[in-house]
């Protein structure tokens, strides 16, 4: 068993990346080999997401073509799809017959007893230390899953029926994670959850975030935290005030607002108004004047009227916000706003999608352009071979969903360092700087 070749392929979110690390540490921990070729592996593993339709066909369509391959002896589905209703679960074990094992999530921790129970072989003694745990990020840089599940329940979601409720992992836990991160060279912690800012309302009975935020801030070798992910009504008073004062915690912060409408909000079954949004978008901005604001904004929402999408354009065209991520809306079984009346069609959604990509770009672009000239402090992240450049950032992007500030340089020994950039080039798709 213990030459056997696993893969593991990762779907989705940053959190199930972190899950996927950790299931990755298990199987390395107990002697099994670990491959990124799932085409020379005898087993992959195939760690899903299920939050949208497009999400569980992409799922499908890689299961699908694991199972072509002849050498792969066994797969394994683990994730989100794993979580859908017993109905359905039963319909993926017959149309998908090449899988060997469909994994719940609380069953993770045990992915090394799972693959030895389906070769039938007796179990050996098993190791379930992850302190070490393996990153699929670059040295530098890593995600610490700080909670899992939700407890908000918008009405377009099915992350609290996928994930269940609201559960964070202990502050002590965390540090312990953190400080083996930073043992392996990580300098950059990015907090994910599903709400970050939700975090400690069920061990600890308050929101306790900031209080994890000093924890983890007395870390020596941990130089900037990053958050994903926060709630615009549990921004609290307290935690603007760490952002502001702790210079560790990046002038950074990711608020999925998801509309501007009062009347979309709460069909949405968001807690929050028009007003809350721009209130706390104005304060963010005057307590703390460099803050960079990114957020995720849906269109086509069920009963989204015309004057509702204009006032999203009107928002965007007045308040600037720094980064938006868009997507239309999609009709997903087993959510309340699956039976909603005043359905958009597909086309109308994607007519006005287009319309607000266009003009964030705009926007973005002379938010950018505004760079030009400046000296920046990035975090070099790797070395593009297509571009033949390096690429990195500061503290206006987080990997993977932001820019990267592009360079050229002949030292591949200034990866995971920080550097001094100045920017001659910048608009909405690329940024361009020289090594100062």
Same mark, same amino acid.
């Given at each position: /068993?213990?030459?056997?070749?696993?893969?593991?392929?990762?779907?989705?979110?940053?959190?199930n990346?972190?899950?996927?690390?950790?299931?990755?540490?298990?199987?390395?921990?107990?002697?099994?080999d670990?491959?990124?070729?799932?085409?020379?592996?005898?087993?992959?593993?195939?760690?899903?997401?299920?939050?949208?339709?497009?999400?569980?066909?992409?799922?499908?369509?890689?299961?699908?073509?694991?199972?072509?391959?002849?050498?792969?002896?066994?797969?394994?589905?683990?994730?989100?799809?794993?979580?859908?209703?017993?109905?359905?679960?039963?319909?993926?074990?017959?149309s998908?017959?090449?899988?060997?094992?469909?994994v719940?999530?609380?069953e993770?921790?045990?992915?090394?007893?799972?693959?030895?129970?389906?070769?039938?072989e007796?179990?050996?003694?098993?190791?379930?230390? +992850?302190?070490?745990r393996?990153i699929?990020?670059?040295?530098?840089?890593?995600?610490?899953?700080?909670?899992?599940?939700?407890n908000?329940?918008?009405?377009?979601?099915?992350?609290?029926?996928?994930?269940?409720?609201?559960?964070?992992?202990p502050?002590?836990?965390?540090v312990?994670?953190?400080?083996?991160?930073?043992?392996?060279?990580? @300098?950059?912690?990015?907090?994910?959850?599903?709400?970050?800012?939700?975090?400690?309302?069920?061990?600890?009975?308050?929101?306790?975030?900031?209080?994890?935020?000093?924890?983890?801030?007395k870390?020596?070798?941990?130089?900037?935290?990053?958050?994903?992910?926060?709630?615009?009504?549990?921004?609290?008073?307290?935690?603007?005030?760490?952002?502001?004062?702790?210079?560790?915690?990046?002038?950074?912060?990711?608020?999925?607002?998801?509309?501007?409408?009062?009347?979309?909000?709460?069909?949405m079954?968001?807690?929050?108004?028009?007003?809350?949004?721009?209130?706390?978008?104005?304060?963010?901005?005057?307590?703390?004047?460099?803050?960079?604001?990114?957020?995720?904004?849906?269109?086509?929402?069920?009963?989204?009227?015309? =004057?509702?999408?204009?006032?999203?354009?009107?928002?965007?065209?007045?308040?600037?916000?720094?980064?938006?991520?868009?997507?239309?809306?999609?009709?997903e079984?087993?959510?309340?706003?699956?039976?909603?009346?005043?359905?958009?069609?597909?086309y109308?959604?994607?007519?006005?999608?287009? +319309?607000?990509?266009?003009?964030q770009?705009?926007?973005?672009? =002379?938010?950018?352009?505004?760079?030009?000239?400046?000296?920046?402090?990035?975090?070099?992240?790797?070395?593009?071979?297509?571009?033949?450049m390096?690429?990195?950032?500061?503290y /206006?992007?987080?990997?993977?969903?932001d820019?990267?500030?592009?360079?050229?340089?002949?030292?591949?020994?200034?990866?995971? @360092?920080?550097v001094? +950039?100045?920017i001659?080039t910048?608009?909405?798709?690329?940024?361009l700087?020289?090594?100062?």
């Amino acid at each position: /068993m213990k030459n056997k070749r696993v893969a593991l392929i990762s779907l989705g979110c940053d959190k199930n990346r972190v899950d996927a690390e950790k299931m990755l540490t298990l199987l390395k921990n107990n002697g099994f080999d670990i491959t990124l070729e799932y085409a020379n592996a005898d087993i992959v593993i195939i760690n899903t997401c299920a939050f949208l339709e497009s999400a569980r066909k992409e799922a499908i369509d890689v299961i699908v073509d694991v199972g072509r391959y002849k050498n792969v002896e066994k797969i394994i589905v683990t994730g989100c799809l794993c979580q859908l209703t017993k109905e359905e679960i039963t319909q993926l074990k017959n149309s998908l017959p090449e899988v060997d094992a469909f994994v719940p999530i609380d069953e993770n921790n045990n992915i090394v007893e799972i693959i030895y129970n389906l070769y039938g072989e007796k179990l050996p003694k098993i190791n379930k230390n +992850i302190s070490n745990r393996l990153i699929s990020t670059p040295q530098h840089f890593a995600y610490l899953k700080i909670a899992d599940g939700c407890n908000n329940f918008c009405h377009f979601c099915k992350i609290p029926y996928l994930r269940g409720r609201y559960k964070s992992v202990p502050i002590e836990e965390l540090v312990v994670e953190a400080k083996n991160l930073a043992s392996l060279g990580v @300098k950059e912690l990015i907090l994910v959850a599903q709400d970050v800012t939700n975090y400690g309302i069920d061990l600890y009975k308050k929101l306790s975030l900031v209080k994890l935020l000093q924890e983890l801030s007395k870390i020596n070798d941990i130089e900037v935290i990053r958050l994903h992910y926060c709630y615009p009504d549990k921004i609290t008073e307290e935690l603007i005030n760490e952002i502001k004062q702790n210079n560790k915690i990046a002038k950074y912060i990711d608020i999925p607002i998801q509309h501007i409408s009062d009347n979309v909000l709460s069909s949405m079954g968001r807690h929050t108004t028009q007003k809350d949004i721009i209130d706390l978008i104005e304060k963010l901005r005057k307590e703390i004047p460099n803050i960079i604001i990114r957020t995720t904004i849906m269109v086509g929402y069920p009963g989204e009227k015309r =004057k509702d999408f204009k006032a999203l354009l009107q928002f965007l065209e007045k308040y600037k916000l720094d980064l938006v991520g868009f997507f239309a809306f999609s009709k997903e079984p087993g959510t309340k706003a699956y039976i909603l009346p005043h359905q958009l069609p597909n086309y109308i959604k994607k007519h006005r999608l287009k +319309i607000i990509q266009k003009l964030q770009q705009t926007i973005s672009g =002379k938010r950018w352009g505004n760079l030009v000239g400046t000296k920046q402090k990035i975090l070099v992240d790797g070395y593009d071979n297509n571009n033949e450049m390096f690429y990195g950032r500061n503290y /206006m992007f987080s990997p993977y969903v932001d820019l990267p500030i592009y360079f050229k340089c002949d030292d591949f020994s200034i990866i995971g @360092k920080f550097v001094n +950039i100045k920017i001659i080039t910048a608009n909405e798709n690329y940024i361009l700087g020289e090594l100062v």
